[in-house]
């Protein structure tokens, strides 16, 4: 039982260059998220699923696109990624909206030069 | 909209000490209320939770009271260890369906032998 995993663990981008970040878990979760993580600045939601084919966005959604072709999966796309985007990514699961405890990836560490 | 303050960090002390993280928030409705502990290099993890006023959240000797009153949630450790070191991040969640959290920017504990 993995739990949450994330691929990759660091990567760097130059800026305008794509990418996708990989999130999976086994514990059959509905609701997954994916946050950023600045100095300072807490964890702020990117986007968010409540179950498999949805999506909506969240606090700073801007710049990133998200989709959930499959339960397990959660991916995070930078389309042309910018400075900005420098941060740590984490994502997360929840077995339901309600139970609101979210059990975190180890996360992505990401450099755009 | 709903808010979480920390208080300002790094907090540094010694082993065996007292620790106090203060934490207050503001909400609609009535929101629950948690502390999620990240380790060095790792993702975070729930350490505590209450759900509604005057409830006591505790575990492996952290205690939170949830304080209507003061609208607040601060975390206490009576004997802190140098293994508690670590950033320490309060939350609430609001009357949502979909278990979005609130983060505070986080404090970073260090604790030395």
């Known amino acids: 039982n993995a739990g949450v995993t994330q691929t990759p663990k660091f990567r760097v981008l130059k800026t305008g260059q794509s990418m996708t970040l990989l999130c999976a878990q086994d514990m059959n979760h509905e609701y997954m998220y994916w946050y950023r993580q600045d100095p300072g600045m807490g964890l702020r939601l990117i986007h968010y699923s409540v179950g498999e084919g949805t999506t909506a966005k969240g606090e700073v959604p801007d710049g990133y696109n998200v989709s959930r072709l499959k339960k397990q999966n959660f991916l995070l796309g930078l389309e042309s990624a910018a400075p900005s985007q420098t941060s740590v990514y984490f994502c997360?699961?929840?077995?339901?909206?309600?139970?609101?405890?979210?059990?975190f990836g180890p996360g992505t560490r990401l450099t755009v030069t | 909209g709903d808010s979480v303050t920390q208080m300002e960090g790094p907090v540094t002390l010694s082993e065996e000490a007292f620790l106090t993280i203060n934490c207050t928030y503001t909400?609609?409705?009535?929101?629950?209320l948690f502390w999620y502990v990240q380790y060095p290099g790792e993702g975070l993890q729930l350490l505590l939770k209450a759900t509604k006023a005057d409830d006591k959240g505790s575990n492996k000797g952290f205690e939170a009271t949830y304080r209507k009153e003061t609208t607040s949630f601060h975390l206490e450790k009576g004997s802190v260890q140098v293994s508690d070191s670590a950033v320490y991040f309060c939350?609430?969640?609001?009357?949502?369906?979909?278990?979005?959290?609130?983060f505070g920017q986080g404090t970073i504990l260090t604790v030395h032998p």
């Open positions: 939350a609430n969640a609001g009357g949502t369906s979909y278990g979005k959290l609130t």
């Open positions: 997360a699961s929840s077995p339901t909206g309600f139970s609101y405890e979210q059990y």
């Open positions: 909400a609609t409705g009535y929101p629950s």
